[in-house]
Structures are given as structure tokens and as C-alpha cells.
């Protein structure tokens, strides 16, 4: 393995969890949900800024209930609603106000079928008269009230109708409605993944108005899953999927008149995408945002409803690409504050209600990674950010100018917060590697730590019986760049003897895994993995997220080379410490993650000498249009960029120990992938281990699917990397220009 120098580390806390550390972490644990952290569910702030309202659930009744607590106290005031004194309703899930905070949408009954959609029952609880109606005696899609609360819009087999509560009458407002084929008021599965929306209908400010998106994706091709389940023939799941190159939906924007009931298409002059729609505060005003088939020209449209004619507010066009975000928001004037990338890190911009610029709020080599919304009272913007590093969230504010900038929550780690509807309070969630999550109240204009909420001291006690070791996060210097990276040792590390080296990534455009808050379940399997005997590493090469727009885009038109050659130089730099054996190196990621460690153990064959890939993308060319595009442009345009950085291309490289697993229900990342990955590296004369775990999707979860997988990844480790025979020890030089700090 090629030597190079080594990187300058400093280490930023340790967990203070060293007395009586004798057991060792189980996947059983980790996926029975032994170290669940406690949390604030579905919090909502109520319209008087004085108070919010939490989903509790009771384990012991099974029940749950909206309660409503006053920031000032932290007591509970009141139970709005308890399932417990609902008939017919054993419990909810979640809960939906109208505008004026007379009634509540609760959600019953749920049952997934995409990432982020899912079909229920629903009921409408009257406050005041404490009355409830059930919405429809079948299932259905993306319930909303009526800004006044008399009415209530729904989908169902993608036709928008709408029920009048007063007279529990209900109207079908389209009828064109058919699967695989029309969708009406909800999104297709392509907009459902990348522009992470299902809803599309909006009622506009008064109520006398919906706008909503249909989808025509007649001409899209069609993918079938089987579906195992247990039954004596297997059935069979088709719908929709666009692949890059294919042909999408065509999307338009449409008009519902509540009073005359008369549908009007809009003139939009047949943009590509259609990913947001907003209604202004001028009840006749619908803002759309609409984008080519590339991705790098975006426009923010005016529509007026009543003319049905649309004007440009704004366009922004990049090199590379452009994000979708949700932090358009209209001021009372509908003068309105966006977020933007154009000056190469993503800020805070003023326009006026004609979109002209009035100016750059936020500006620093330093992203606004949150918007959390504008005191109009006192000229107060509100947002999160990387100011205190990368790896870390603060909570700060600014005037509309840009100027008399607070810190409000800035202590290193990660803090998010939840604001009360007039800006008074704010609900600071903090975390860190050593700290899991806790929940203060603040005082929004000065940061003012008022009180403390809830934290996890439990979770933190219990854990004191566990083996765990520190995340070191530090920097590495590769490729001309300053990346970050954790490293987990063993508690009783001895920097005299050799470990294997286990290396984790995601590495997909925009994301971040090397992130100074509290573990997630990976983070404790890796812990299971250091206790018996690993280093585990991560590290976030080029194309990850919140170091600028340059940084984030280099990998455009060739995903799955700058950041493969990243993690294969990271690899050969680390081999380099005395205490890891450059003999037993190994990758694992999900996913785009999945595609990244496939590849590395190809590419960098001299490098890894074991890989894991879990629902992994081998070629771009089966992925989704709209991801896919946006990075790639189309296979017909970029057949180079699609096919030199697929693994499908070179499996004769193989030469370690390679396990690839998948579901077979994945609508995500199709099995499609794996299987063609399999058959390369048979016709290649390739062994490998793999495993395909029925019906299961992207997330392959379910019963006791996750604690099989785990098992499974972890006895490859062992056998393929720990337990590995030794190969002949390298003296290795013991390097003085690594410097801790601590």
C-alpha cells in the first residue's frame, strides 16, 4: 500500500463514561430499541406565541393525546384531545390544526407506500363542542382544512374531493383520476423522493381557492416488483418510474373555484418541473416555482388567480445545479425572504413583492443550513448555520439589513430550534457526540437559556455500563483538501499493536455523516465493533455537503469518481498510522453508499481488502430522472460520465472479500441493481458473499430483518477482516507531526 504523510488530529471530547464499562453493545439492543432517546413529538406552537402543543403517547393505556404546555412555565395546561375519550379512535399519530385553531385533523390507521406517503384514516375534532367526524369511511391521501375550518380537502385514488364538515356532504371536484396514469392533488413517486413532497394542493388565504399540480405519466415506463409475502402465488407491484434518460409526467398547474366549482388550467408555458407551489398573503396570488430538465435554471413565478396569467419574480441559474429548499416566505406586504447559493455558500436574501433585490441578509464562508422565520415586530431574522464549523449547528439572528448580528445558541455541537409563532420563546434542541439530545427554553431575542425541558440523563446512565469509546473528529488532508473525519479507537487502545481499519460513508452530494451530535444506530453498532477490536473511521470527501457550492458540486456529470479517489487516498494515508494494519482495510456504506464502497473496492483493489454494500446503486442509468439529472444530465448527453464510474464496468478487480445485500422490495434503488452486479461478477469468475431479504424496501427493516443484518455484516467483519490470518507485520515509523488536541 502506497505510503503518504499523515494528517493533524485533534480530538474535541471524550464520553465520561469510563466506570464499571464492562458490557459490550448488542445489535439485539440496538434494534429493540434499548437506547432510544427521549423527545418532544410533533410539537406545535400555538397562534397566541404563549403556548405549544406536544403528541403524548402512554405506553401503559396505549393511548395518546394533544396536550397544550405555556413556554413561560413548561406546565401542562390542558388535554385538548385524548384518545381515550374518542369513540372508535384507539389512538393517533399524528395531528393537523386548521388555520384559526378551531379543529384538528388526526390521523389514524396508517399505512406507508412510498418514503414519505401514506394512506389513513382520518377524523376532524371540533374543539369547542369537542365533537368529532370522521373524514371518509375509507382510506385517504393528504387531508387539509379550510383556512376558516369549515371545509376540508382530501385525495383519494387520485382524484381532490372535498367534504363540508357542516353538512358532512361531500363534493368530487376532479374526475380523471386513475392509477398509473393521472394523478390529481398528490405527487407522482419520482417528485414523492427527490422533491420530498406529496401534497400538491393548496388552499389560498381566504379559502375560496385551490391550487393544485396533476400529473399525466401516461407515457412514463412502467417498473414491476414482485411481492412475495405468503401467499401460494406471489403478486405483483407496478407503477411508474422514471429512469435517467426516460420520459417524466407532464406536470400542470390547475385552479379550483370553491364557490362556482369551475377547474382552470394555468398557463405556465410548460416548464419542465413544477416542485413548489405557495400561496402569498394576497389571497389572489399563488407563487410557483418551476425548473428545466437539467435542473440549473430555476424560476419563481407570480400567478394571479383571478386573471390566470403568471409573471417572473425571480430566476437563478447555476453551472451545476440548483436545490429545492422551503424557505420562500412572504412578509405581510408579500415583499418575501429566499435562500440561495449564488454567491457560493447558501444565504439569506431580501426581495420586494416585485422581486427585485432589496439585500443579501447573510453573507461568510459559512452556510445557512435552517431559516427559521422572520419577526416582522422586530426586524428579527431568525436561521441555523455552520458559523461555529462545519460539523456543527448554531442558532443565530440578524436585522432584515444584515446588520447587529446575536448569537442565540452556539455551543459546540448541534442545536436546532423550534420558535413560538410570535418569535417570543424558542425550544433549543441541543446535542453533540458526548451529549444526546436535551431541550431548553430561550428567550428569542437574547438566546437566554429560561429553563431546562427534558434531557436524556436515563439514557446517558444506562450507557455507563457500556463499552464506548470517543469520536476523534479531526481533518485529513487529501487531494488538496481539508476533509473531515472521526476516528473511533478501542478503550483500551495500544497504539503499539495493529487494528483493522473499518471505513463508513455515505458520500452522496450534499449530505454529511461526519456531524458533532448524538449517535444514531450505526454509530452504536459501530461502537459494538470497536469494543471487539476495530478502528472505525469516516470520512467526507468531496462532494458532501456545508463547505460551499464549489466543494459540494465538483462531482457534477462524473458521480462516483472525486469521491472515490477520496476515500482511496483517506485509506492509504490512514494505513500509514503505526497502529493500523494496512492488511485488513474495509469500506461499507447504503445506498449511494453502497455505490461508493463497491467502487472503492474495485478502483483502490490494492487498498480494501473487504467491502459491504447494502441496497447499492451499480449504475446511475437505473436510478430516477430527477436525482440522476441533476448531477449526471441524461445517459444520452453523459454516457461517458454514467459508465466510467460504474462498477457493472470493471468487476474483474475484484480481489477481496466483497458481501452485497438488497431487498427485494426496494422501490427506491431497484434490486435491478444488485442483480446486475451479481451476473458481472459471475461471468467474471468473481466469488462474493450476497443477500437478498424478501420484500423488503430501500430501508430493509421490519420484524427482525435489521438484527439479521447486522449479525450478518458483523460476522463478515469478523471473519473476513478481524479474524483474517496476519500477514507478515511492516515496521512502520512512528510519525511526530501528528499533534493532538484535546
Request: glycine share 6%; aromatic share 12%.
Given at each position: ?58 405506553r ?37 390544526f ?18 414519505h ?41 387520485n ?46 388565504a ?8 396533476r ?9 414491476s ?53 405557495k ?10 416555482q ?43 406586504d ?34 445557512v ?164 477490536g ?5 470520512v ?21 469518481k ?69 448531477y ?38 431497484h ?72
Amino acid at each position: 500500500m502506497k505510503k503518504s504523510y499523515i494528517f493533524t488530529l485533534f480530538v474535541v471530547g471524550f464520553l465520561q463514561l469510563i466506570v464499571a464499562q464492562n458490557k459490550t453493545i448488542t445489535v439485539e439492543e440496538i434494534y429493540q430499541g434499548e437506547f432510544r432517546t427521549e423527545g418532544m413529538d410533533v410539537l406545535r406552537s400555538l397562534k397566541n406565541g404563549k403556548q405549544y402543543t406536544v403528541l403524548n403517547f402512554d405506553r401503559n393505556t396505549r393511548s395518546t393525546s394533544i396536550d397544550t404546555y405555556d413556554y413561560n412555565t413548561l406546565e401542562k395546561v390542558e388535554t385538548i384531545v385524548s384518545s381515550t375519550d374518542l369513540k372508535d379512535v384507539a389512538y393517533f399519530t399524528s395531528y393537523e390544526f386548521s388555520a384559526d385553531e378551531s379543529k384538528i385533523i388526526l390521523a389514524t390507521d396508517l399505512e406507508s407506500i412510498y418514503r414519505h406517503s401514506a394512506l389513513g384514516i382520518y377524523f376532524i375534532y371540533d374543539i369547542a363542542s369537542k365533537k368529532i367526524i370522521k373524514i371518509a369511511d375509507y382510506k385517504i391521501q393528504e387531508p387539509s382544512l379550510s383556512p376558516n375550518g369549515k371545509q376540508v380537502a382530501y385525495v383519494k385514488d387520485n382524484n381532490i374531493f372535498l367534504l363540508d364538515i357542516a353538512s358532512n356532504t361531500t363534493t368530487q371536484i376532479t374526475t380523471d383520476g386513475e392509477k398509473n396514469k393521472i394523478i390529481n392533488g398528490i405527487t407522482d413517486w419520482v417528485y414523492e423522493e427527490e422533491f420530498a413532497f406529496v401534497r400538491a394542493f393548496e388552499w389560498n388565504a381566504d379559502g375560496s381557492k385551490i391550487a393544485f399540480l396533476r400529473f399525466d405519466e401516461s407515457n412514463v415506463p412502467e417498473f414491476s416488483m414482485d411481492v412475495y409475502g405468503s401467499a401460494l402465488y406471489q403478486s405483483q407491484e407496478v407503477f411508474k418510474y422514471p429512469k435517467a434518460g426516460e420520459t417524466n409526467a407532464t406536470v400542470s398547474l390547475h385552479m379550483f373555484d370553491v364557490k362556482s366549482n369551475n377547474i382552470t388550467k394555468v398557463n405556465l408555458n410548460n416548464p419542465y418541473y413544477i416542485p413548489r407551489i405557495k400561496w402569498m398573503n394576497n389571497a389572489n396570488y399563488l407563487s410557483v416555482q418551476t425548473l428545466n430538465r437539467h435542473q440549473n435554471k430555476l424560476q419563481l413565478l407570480a400567478v394571479n388567480a383571478k386573471k390566470n396569467v403568471a409573471e417572473v419574480l425571480l430566476e437563478e441559474t447555476d453551472a451545476a445545479y440548483i436545490d429545492i429548499k422551503d424557505d420562500l416566505t412572504f412578509l405581510a406586504d408579500d415583499s418575501f425572504i429566499w435562500t440561495s447559493e449564488k454567491d457560493g455558500w447558501n444565504h439569506i436574501y431580501l426581495y420586494n413583492d416585485s422581486g427585485k433585490l432589496i439585500n443579501q441578509i447573510t453573507k461568510g464562508n459559512w452556510e445557512v443550513t435552517n431559516y427559521y422565520g422572520y419577526d416582522q415586530n422586530e426586524d428579527r431574522v431568525y436561521y441555523q448555520s455552520t458559523e461555529n464549523g462545519s460539523i456543527n449547528r448554531g442558532i443565530y439572528s440578524v436585522d432584515s439589513s444584515g446588520s447587529d448580528k446575536k448569537e442565540l445558541s452556539a455551543l459546540e455541537g448541534n442545536n436546532s430550534g423550534d420558535f413560538s409563532a410570535n418569535f417570543t420563546y424558542y425550544i433549543n434542541t441541543y446535542s453533540s457526540a458526548t451529549t444526546p439530545p436535551k431541550y431548553t427554553l430561550h428567550n428569542a431575542l437574547s438566546g437566554e437559556k429560561l429553563k431546562d425541558i427534558k434531557d436524556n440523563t436515563a439514557l446517558l446512565n444506562k450507557l455507563k455500563n457500556y463499552k464506548l469509546s470517543s469520536k476523534e473528529f479531526s481533518t485529513i488532508a487529501i487531494n488538496g483538501n481539508d476533509l473531515n473525519m472521526y476516528m473511533i479507537k478501542p478503550l483500551d487502545f495500544d497504539a503499539t499493536k495493529q487494528y483493522p481499519m473499518i471505513m463508513y460513508q455515505y458520500s452522496g452530494p450534499g449530505s454529511q455523516n461526519v456531524s458533532n451530535s448524538w449517535m444514531r444506530a450505526n454509530d452504536y453498532w459501530h461502537q459494538k465493533l470497536v469494543s471487539e477490536g476495530y478502528v472505525v473511521v469516516c470520512v467526507d470527501g468531496r462532494g458532501t455537503g456545508y463547505k460551499g457550492r464549489d466543494f459540494k458540486k465538483v462531482t457534477q456529470k462524473e458521480l462516483g469518481k472525486f469521491e472515490v479517489q477520496d476515500q482511496i487516498a483517506a485509506a492509504e494515508k490512514l494505513s500509514e498510522l503505526p497502529y493500523i494494519d494496512e492488511n485488513r482495510t474495509g469500506i461499507w456504506g447504503w445506498s449511494y453508499g453502497g455505490f461508493m464502497s463497491t467502487n472503492c473496492i474495485l478502483k483502490g483493489n490494492d487498498v480494501f481488502e473487504t467491502a459491504i454494500a447494502v441496497a447499492p446503486v451499480t449504475s446511475w442509468r437505473f436510478y430516477d430522472t430527477i436525482y440522476t439529472e441533476r448531477y449526471m444530465q441524461t445517459p444520452q448527453e453523459n454516457a461517458s460520465g454514467y459508465d466510467e464510474n460504474s462498477p457493472l464496468n470493471y468487476p474483474e478487480r475484484l480481489k477481496g472479500d466483497y458481501l452485497l445485500v438488497h431487498g427485494s422490495g426496494d422501490d427506491n434503488v431497484h434490486l435491478q441493481n444488485t442483480m446486475r452486479m451479481a451476473e458481472a461478477l459471475i461471468q467474471a469468475n468473481k466469488q462474493f458473499e450476497w443477500s437478498v431479504y424478501p420484500d423488503k424496501n430501500h430501508g430493509i427493516y421490519g420484524g427482525n430483518t435489521r438484527i439479521h443484518l447486522y449479525n450478518k455484516m458483523t460476522n463478515f467483519w469478523n471473519k473476513n477482516l478481524r479474524d483474517k490470518p496476519r500477514a507478515t507485520k511492516k515496521e512502520k515509523p512512528i510519525k511526530t507531526s501528528i499533534k493532538v488536541k484535546g
